[in-house]
């Protein structure tokens, strides 16, 4: 009845390992349906993470647990999803088996949905002096960071160094960049104005470098420079064409032998995958991203499937599929169904579908009540973008609870020009102060 | 016009620096309406925290901005008063200086409000293996620890190690070990109860310790048997007349020779004075507290004033004011209504009026819709005395936002049973585990 060419069905319920519990992870999960299955999901964190609000954690608009939810929690109704908090350490495609930290797992299916990590193109060294935002962790340390800056700037009495502190410099004109600017302006002018004594927080400096000619590359040039006008009006410098040479401690080297000091840099500039793809011994990209077959799997492994961001697959326009959450979230279904068919013995022949990448639309937000957005051929800005940006975050945003409080949290700052999350914990005020010039001398932050 | 012993009163508007930003410290600020004096306000947070609260952050009810406010944005509308971030290392009283790390405050008025830390009884070395319960960090760890415990247990084969890592002590009968303990049988109960595989959550021992008789002896012995049974309803252990005698990696000695083998031990036993009290040269209890004159200023300082958990006064009724919030707060108002006259010159006479205690009552709440409390003459107990507390609570809670989001936290998880802040950050699974007998040769999750 069920005949494959290099795949052999157990006769106990195949067992499908999903490593990593994010969109593709997460949404592979739910939906596989049947219970002919077993699946394990293995992820290092506790929570799934809903990354496009992280920006907001960053910039003190929202509390980690609001955009998290425990994957638990979330699978509790699944019996045949086991879930596994562990570190992958190692991974044999010949043997079948995934090596965690705390033991072994040997699957007959095994589904890639690791992610991507900052990017730093070939300067691990900028790292410490420029983190990047891609976990909560990174959220909370960058908000620790700025919020300490400005304590710093308070009791600073030199201009320069002061300035230093109250700089903050965003690499990366994406999606991610141009929010963070359009946040971070936006705290700095309205939320800290009236908190302290000495200096004037709307005196801050926020910078945004993008070495493309325009900020956000993924949309329209009509729509990037309706953004670029919206963050200028908030008082950003946007410097396009412009590269980065150097990161130093608290300064920055660019094209044309510019430089800024700033104790406040901001990664947002490119992802790699995972670096866990190249244990795989398949081939990958510049970026370590999998390049895989038609139908997801790994070349040569039908029984291994890459998706969401560490996987290279070309859509059909002959652009490869961008590495955002609805892609993810797409091959995660796709896979889905494609292995529900093969372990129920429904599929009918031995080959198997191919992906197909359905573009619904990009968008981005800049600070309060504005944004851009582009859904199929429709383009617009302004407030009814920035409806469409704030409700289609909501319908997303997994979990009720979620949805209530972040609403509440919004509502609240929209209309006080208060933000709810500016706390800071795991930071004594003077171990850990931010870097800044006249520290080069002492110990570097990173090594603390 | 203006006349007192001890006491020159410059002619620029005195300075008054405070120390801490806690109850007592936060209540001066706002109670002290005049602008004839310049405020600064020390604290090495940049928030204040509700503490009656912080219990439901380390069980996973609450997060951590939901109970903590920036200092700054409460103090923001008060011009003469200066936040500031920061350490205090020394003191000196007769220079009138405080040392912080970044700099030195000379002071007219210094009023103390640096409360208390987690007293041990001379045994410091507990502190890492049984956490007290003070700070936004602490409340963290603890929900960390016990979280990564249950993983644990979820992937351990062996028996003893498991139930080791299911077991959570709590040390001290007070209101907090008591709230802890409903919260934590509660979480095992019906929060975690469908979300492993392995093993049963419901199976989780909590075992709560007291020295002395009887749980909450600040209640009537008829209020502490009612919380008594409310806990052994939920599965509460309680062993009473019991004392610690050691506290090991993983485990517990008590009197009588019976151990207990834990991987969450959380001490809610003891507190003692701010160290700093040591710096100052006054008399102090055995607990570190300032023996203070009856108008709450140092003895030979009237200058100086120690308020809240670091002051010992007595109460009409010849018993020591007890370590809590209200205390805390009347104290503040006692000395800002003091200073305020002596400031402005509206003071008439040389003697200062003393501090008179009124105890609002006490209460505490165990889990889900029980708690038990004694107002004035009047005790209540259950479904009236838990909607007593949530009132009492969410008056205080400073900061409406904060209020709006506890009531939809709660509602939410009394309806659902789910609790929104299962969330751990800052901890890798594999290298933060929590401390089990097996790994008593490894090194010390403290030293992590």
Request: net charge positive; proline share 7%; with cysteine.
């Amino acid at each position: 009845m069920y005949r494959m060419k290099k795949i052999t069905i157990p006769m106990d319920p195949p067992h499908i390992v999903v490593l990593g519990a994010g969109f593709g992870g997460l949404t592979f999960c739910q939906a596989f349906r049947q219970a002919t299955a077993r699946i394990t999901v293995v992820d290092r964190q506790n929570h799934h993470l809903f990354q496009p609000l992280l920006y907001q954690v960053a910039t003190a608009g929202l509390s980690a647990p609001e955009i998290a939810q425990p994957i638990r929690s979330i699978l509790r109704d699944r019996p045949n999803v086991t879930v596994r908090w562990g570190q992958v350490s190692d991974l044999d495609l010949d043997q079948r088996t995934v090596r965690l930290e705390t033991g072994t797992l040997p699957y007959d299916y095994l589904v890639l949905a690791l992610g991507s990590v900052t990017g730093y193109f070939n300067h691990p060294e900028w790292e410490a002096e420029a983190p990047g935002l891609k976990t909560l962790e990174d959220a909370l340390q960058i908000r620790r960071r700025i919020l300490l800056a400005f304590e710093e700037a308070e009791n600073c009495p030199d201009p320069v160094q002061r300035s230093c502190l109250m700089t903050i410099v965003i690499v990366g004109g994406g999606p991610t960049g141009v929010e963070l600017a359009g946040a971070f302006a936006e705290l700095a002018r309205h939320v800290l104005r009236r908190d302290f004594r000495r200096i004037d927080p709307r005196q801050a400096r926020v910078v945004l470098i993008e070495a493309g000619p325009r900020l956000l590359r993924q949309l329209p040039p009509r729509l990037a420079a309706k953004a670029a006008a919206r963050l200028s009006a908030l008082g950003v410098e946007i410097h396009a064409n412009t590269h980065v040479e150097t990161v130093r401690h608290g300064e920055l080297q660019l094209t044309g032998g510019r430089q800024i000091e700033s104790a406040n840099i901001i990664w947002a500039a490119g992802v790699a995958a995972n670096p866990l793809t190249r244990k795989l011994g398949v081939p990958l990209d510049r970026a370590g991203r999998v390049l895989v077959n038609p139908d997801l799997s790994l070349p040569g492994h039908p029984e291994v499937f890459a998706i969401g961001d560490l996987a290279l697959v070309t859509g059909a326009d002959g652009r490869p599929v961008p590495g955002v959450s609805p892609a993810a979230m797409q091959m995660a279904r796709h896979v889905a169904r494609l292995l529900e068919a093969e372990v129920s013995g429904r599929s009918g022949s031995s080959t198997r579908p191919s992906f197909v990448y359905r573009d619904r639309g990009t968008m981005a937000t800049i600070g309060r009540s504005a944004a851009v957005a582009q859904i199929g051929r429709l383009q617009f800005w302004g407030w009814p973008a920035w409806a469409a940006w704030l409700l289609i975050h909501l319908i997303f945003l997994i979990g009720f609870r979620n949805k209530a409080a972040v609403v509440l949290q919004w509502t609240y700052s929209y209309f006080t020009y208060k933000l709810g999350s500016r706390i800071v914990t795991g930071a004594e005020p003077a171990q850990n102060r931010p870097p800044h010039p006249a520290d080069k001398a002492g110990p570097s932050e990173a090594a603390a």
